[in-house]
């Protein structure tokens, strides 16, 4: 089992920047690709990072790419996402996920374990 806690969420100014933590527990956590998801109100859950075992190798939604990082630490069994130059627009419910399989890191239906989610507002 798998225990996944975020934070580090809150209200922004367009422009501003937040910084999302997740902490995880449970299991060895350079097993898992973790990723981060995003569920905008009346929208479907949506993938917006991940990043691979080791950290090395990052995925990035088109909307993101350029404003946000994944990044992990690995002894700190931690993962970040750095969002930067925020907009209206990435107001939403985070989610952190860990895939045990490595599938397609794309897809939220591959991650095995999920958090509650940190709320991150945007006000223009």
């Known amino acids: 089992q798998v225990q996944l806690v975020e934070s580090g969420g809150g209200l922004v100014q367009a422009g501003g920047s937040l910084r999302l933590s997740c902490a995880a527990s449970g299991r060895t956590f350079s097993s898992y690709v973790m990723g981060w998801f995003r569920q905008a109100p009346g929208k479907e859950r949506e993938f917006v990072a991940a990043?691979?075992?080791?950290?090395?190798?990052?995925y990035y939604a088109d909307s993101v790419k350029g404003r946000f990082t994944i990044s992990r630490d690995n002894a700190k069994n931690m993962v970040y996402l750095q969002m930067n130059s925020l907009k209206p627009e990435d107001t939403a419910v985070y989610y952190c996920?860990?895939?045990?399989?490595?599938?397609?890191?794309?897809?939220?239906?591959?991650?095995?374990?999920w958090g509650q989610g940190t709320q991150v507002t945007v006000s223009s």
């Open positions: 996920a860990a895939d045990l399989s490595s599938g397609n890191p794309y897809v939220q239906y591959e991650y095995d374990y």
């Open positions: 990043i691979g075992r080791i950290g090395i190798t990052p």
